[in-house]
């Protein structure tokens, strides 16, 4: 097998025979190792292969300790998504390869995060003017006018502030959404469609990308977050983590907005309704101290028992000539000009599992 390994270096990925960089170890972190070996199981003609990586940049919730990859491809590279920088290892085959393989694991260390949009941070980020509008801009399924703008502006009528609305905005989603567990994947985020027909159901990323477009269409700036669990909750929560090491179905999408003075602050209404479907006994009622709990707590926290790989929308895969992708969350394939099924990890053979690496 042909072996390389490639770290982050600057702004830009370099492939190169690197070590990993040191596990970080300190207080409140915690550093896990994700690997994904993908397999076309019948291929037909050239073969091509998209894996997501982590987020390129380190946040004060995440770091990347960097990746290696293996397998027997004829040609594979980092790329990355022009506009959002999403991340992604590529690989290609010839036709006539009869087992196109690729593996790729990622090590990263995260810390939950608890940030009070109402209290000052002297060192918070601040937004330029062009960061404003590009996390307040339209996508193609996350719209920010017509019936979206019409719908945001009746939720935060009365709200000054954009933390106030961006309070609003989570609290309707939390009721007036469910999470409908026949949508396959974790949904689209068609946010027009769903709004338009009332039916206000779906997964992680049609309520979270709800979410988003609500906010952004009345100026507030936010942003999906997309990714997948890679750890059992330590909130207590069963639904709200992984409980087997095989995470190929673990995926999930977040949520965050901005607030002057405290910087992007981490929100997941989504999950506010999965805990009311999933949570053991199951379909708990709005009053269940367990919802109000969770209510509670994921406006303005998340639990990091989740691996974050980009912010990205309309993903156009580099050198695909398929559709492009609401978001770049699952692995992707093609084999003869043909996209595999992305949610579909068994018939396109794809497995991610994930573990924690303890000092």
């Given at each position: 097998?042909?072996?390389?390994?490639?770290?982050?270096?600057?702004?830009?990925?370099?492939?190169?025979?690197?070590?990993?960089?040191?596990?970080?170890?300190?207080?409140?972190?915690?550093?896990?190792?994700?690997?994904?070996?993908?397999?076309?199981?019948?291929?037909?003609?050239?073969?091509?292969?998209?894996?997501?990586?982590?987020l390129a940049q380190d946040t004060d919730w995440q770091r990347n300790l960097g990746s290696q990859w293996s397998g027997n491809a004829s040609r594979a590279q980092i790329l990355r998504d022009g506009k959002y920088g999403a991340a992604m290892l590529y690989a290609?085959?010839?036709?006539?390869?009869?087992s196109p393989l690729v593996e790729v694991t990622s090590?990263?260390?995260?810390?939950?995060?608890?940030?009070?949009?109402?209290?000052?941070?002297?060192?918070?980020?601040?937004?330029?003017?062009?960061?404003?509008?590009?996390?307040?801009?339209?996508?193609?399924?996350v719209a920010t006018d017509g019936i979206v703008r019409e719908t945001a502006l009746k939720i935060v009528k009365g709200s000054r502030s954009d933390v106030e609305k961006a309070r609003a905005i989570y609290e309707w989603i939390v009721d007036n959404t469910f999470r409908d567990p026949k949508t396959r994947g974790c949904g689209v985020g068609d946010i027009k469609a769903m709004l338009e027909t009332g039916n206000l159901g779906g997964k992680c990323a049609d309520l979270n990308a709800l979410y988003v477009g609500l906010a952004r269409a009345v100026g507030v700036p936010a942003r999906d977050v997309y990714g997948v669990r890679v750890a059992s909750s330590g909130w207590g929560y069963k639904s709200l983590g992984t409980a087997s090491p095989v995470v190929s179905k673990a995926q999930h999408c977040r949520a965050e907005f901005f607030a002057n003075g405290a910087g992007w602050v981490p929100v997941d209404p989504a999950d506010v309704r999965k805990v009311v479907l999933e949570e053991p006994p199951g379909?708990?009622?709005?009053?269940?101290?367990?919802?109000?709990?969770?209510?509670?707590?994921l406006f303005g926290a998340w639990e990091m028992n989740y691996l974050a790989y980009n912010f990205g929308h309309d993903i156009a895969l580099p050198n695909s000539k398929g559709p492009r992708l609401p978001?770049?969350?699952?692995?992707?394939?093609?084999?003869?000009?043909?996209?595999?099924?992305?949610?579909?990890?068994?018939?396109?053979e794809y497995k991610i599992t994930a573990r924690?690496?303890?000092a």
């Open positions: 097998m042909d072996r390389r390994a490639f770290l982050k270096t600057g702004a830009a990925f370099a492939a190169a025979p690197l070590p990993w960089r040191d596990s970080f170890a300190a207080a409140g972190w915690h550093t896990f190792e994700v690997t994904i070996r993908a397999e076309v199981a019948w291929p037909e003609g050239a073969s091509r292969v998209w894996l997501p990586l982590p290609e085959w010839p036709a006539g390869e009869r090590r990263f260390a995260t810390r939950d995060r608890d940030v009070d949009p109402l209290r000052p941070d002297p060192g918070a980020e601040r937004l330029s003017a062009a960061e404003r509008a590009f996390y307040t801009e339209a996508t193609e399924l379909n708990l009622a709005a009053s269940d101290p367990k919802v109000i709990a969770a209510r509670a707590r978001f770049l969350m699952y692995p992707n394939g093609e084999t003869g000009r043909e996209r595999l099924d992305q949610l579909e990890p068994e018939s396109f924690e690496i303890r």
